[in-house]
């Protein structure tokens, strides 16, 4: 069964670098797919951060860009972001999962608290 | 794009049907009409219920159903349950190829 697990800081002070990455059981990230990140700041809806092919091609939100970075790493089976510049606003939970070929997210991690904060 | 909208809130009661609209634009929905609708348990991950418009994954029950008319994308499900009662979001692949969510619905079984 696939299963994605978020893992990095919990906080991370205002300015700096918000690093997360996902790690992926159960299936080769080089076997397909698009592998991306969504957030849901607290008591917010759901943001689309962007995705990747394991063949390295990103699409990334346009209000993120310039910010925002995934890759893969295709040898430990997971992929990453990097989201720079972070404010109070970028406060949220951070979840990784599977895009299939319809557009819809089919596996989630659990989903991992970022809170940006000195 | 200028984003996909949904009614904040909605609500029923056991047994009766709901419908949640979900209002874009043609260049929000794109070519290829992929809408996706997720149900959110606050505490857990968004769970796909519907793609492609009106596709249920295995194991999603038939009560859910999906549609599209225009630019106009609706989750119809019908028997409620309490178990129903979540956060509902709908999602597509824009003409910018980029991904939107709708603002989410919140379902709340009387």
């Not at chain 1, 895009?99 to 596996?107: C, E, I, K, L």
């Not at chain 2, 994954?57 to 630019?71: E, I, Q, T, W």
């Not at chain 2, 989750?75 to 349950?81: E, F, H, M, P, R």
Request: net charge neutral; with cysteine; aromatic share 12%.
């Amino acid at each position: 069964q696939l299963q994605l697990q978020e893992a990095g800081p919990g906080l991370v002070k205002p300015s700096e670098t918000l690093s997360l990455n996902c790690s992926v059981s159960g299936y080769s990230i080089s076997s397909g797919y698009n592998w991306g990140w969504i957030r849901q700041p607290r008591g917010r809806g759901l943001e689309w951060i962007g995705h990747t092919y394991h063949s390295g091609t990103t699409y990334y939100n346009p209000s993120l860009k310039g910010r925002v970075s995934i890759s893969v790493d295709t040898s430990r089976n997971q992929f990453s972001l990097s989201l720079t510049s972070v404010t109070a606003a970028d406060t949220a939970v951070y979840y990784c999962g599977r895009r299939d070929g319809y557009n819809a997210f089919d596996f989630w991690g659990q989903g991992t608290l970022v809170t940006v904060s000195s | 794009q200028s984003g996909l909208t949904q009614p904040a809130s909605v609500s029923g009661s056991p047994g009766q049907s709901i419908t949640i609209s979900c209002t874009g634009t043609a260049s929000d929905f794109g070519t290829y009409n992929y809408v996706s609708w997720y149900q959110h348990h606050p505490g857990n991950p968004p769970k796909v219920i519907i793609f492609a418009v009106s596709n249920r994954p295995s194991g999603v029950s038939s009560r859910f159903s999906g549609s599209k008319s225009g630019n106009t994308a609706s989750l119809t499900i019908s028997g409620l349950q309490a178990e129903d009662e979540a956060d509902y979001y709908c999602s597509s692949f824009t003409s910018d190829i980029t991904v939107l969510f709708g603002g989410g619905t919140k379902l709340t079984v009387l």
